[in-house]
């Protein structure tokens, strides 16, 4: 068993799979000789050599068409995007050409590649650094989301990822990139995409988050320990295609359900929860679904940047506010 953090996660996952399967490259904005900006690419270059670990130009539109043309012709490309907040200038390339290919070319082709990105705040940074852009990336038919919240499953899931057929947008929560270690098994393993995880079982509420969140509200049970209050965690993992059976069921158990993300409020992956629970688990429900999000804003400039983030304190209020409802 190998100790790591998230960061350790990712770049184990690169270099275990490189070993594997020789179709797969590496390359970003600093991801080759510098090992990216976090250094989640470290060591790559040294070990497998500058044709499959190199350094591009600042022009993601390049970096994402590039990674296009390789996986049509039988590579693999693993793109780093140095910051969510940066991924616009390609995100035409994402919507017109990544997410639709295989439909367009009625499966004659898929495009095997993966887009990595760290996103959210926490961190002090400026907006483009700190935004949580899940929605965008959730809303377009063809693409796969997938975002961590440990070194176990950021481990797994990367490795399904890689090995997926078609594409798969990764985001990873860099707010909790060094913030704690796993023991993380040394044989082969994948985690499933698509599939949700229940963290903490609970009976009396379901609160469902992931990425950087999921410590969160781990964070605010510490702070209700007392309540008498049973909270089932389930940390969603993938956020296109999500787990709804999961969540459905786990509704059906406790009849209350709280979303937990970092995303701004208005038409986020939060309100398709609560829709989906609307319209499968209405007469189970004790108390009316609720989201806890971030304010429809865009991200504060650090010294204002803790009124945006949602904190355990929230959190635990919200939770027992829920609870306290009578059906």
Known sequence: MALLNILE??????????????????????????????????????????????????????IVGSAIGMAINGLKPVVEMQFSGFMFPGYNQIVTHVARFRNRSRSKYTLPLVIRMPYGGGVKALEHHSESLETLFAHIPGLKLVIPSTPYDTLGLLRSAMRDPDPVIFMEPKRIYR?????VPDEDYTVPIGKAKVVIPGKDITVVAWGAMVREVESALKLIENDNISVEVIDLRTIAPFDRETIVESVKKTGRLLVVHEAVKSFGPGAEIVATVQEKAFYYLAAAPKRLTAPDITVPLPKGEHHFMIDPKQIALEIRNIVSMKA
């Open 9 to 62: 996660a990712v770049n184990k996952a690169l270099e275990t799979e490189m070993q594997k399967d020789p179709s797969i490259v590496v390359y970003g904005e600093d991801a080759g000789f510098e090992g990216g900006v976090f250094r989640a690419t470290a060591g790559l270059q040294k070990q497998f050599g500058v044709d499959r670990v190199f350094d591009v130009p600042i022009a993601e539109a390049a």
């Open 179 to 183: 913030a704690f270690k796993q023991e």
